[in-house]
């Protein structure tokens, strides 16, 4: 499968963006999905994942309350909405997928073997 992650941008502190990723080339409602960000210096960190039909989704503690995964299986794409922007929230993220036996949220980097391109999200203070 083929990741386009995109609706990255320059934001300032307490907006809002909204990132899509448009898979393509396989099944796309049996992937779990997840959204993953790297800031400069710093290791690729798990944010958001979902299950096949969006019925688990899991966050990482500092984005719990503000973010929220979806994913439209129709459309072939699942998307990260992210609310209360903050300084910290500046990084490359990028979308994940990973072919699963069953409908399941993975959250372990290893776990995920096809990965998108990136987009910037910057947050100014």
């Known amino acids: 499968v083929q990741l386009q992650a995109s609706g990255g941008g320059l934001v300032q502190a307490g907006g809002s963006l909204r990132l899509s990723c448009a898979a393509s080339?396989?099944?796309?409602?049996?992937?779990?999905m997840a959204w993953f960000r790297q800031a400069p210096g710093k290791e690729r960190e798990f944010v958001s994942g979902?299950?096949?039909?969006?019925?688990?989704?899991y966050y990482t503690d500092s984005v719990k309350t503000r973010f929220t995964i979806s994913r439209d299986n129709a459309k072939n794409a699942v998307y990260l909405q992210m609310n209360s922007l903050k300084p910290e929230d500046t990084a490359v993220y990028y979308c994940a997928a990973r072919y699963t036996s069953g409908s399941y949220v993975l959250t372990a980097l290893t776990d995920y073997n096809y990965w998108g391109q990136g987009t910037q999200v910057t947050v100014s203070s």
């Open positions: 979902i299950s096949w039909f969006g019925a688990n989704t």
């Open positions: 080339g396989g099944t796309f409602s049996r992937y779990a």
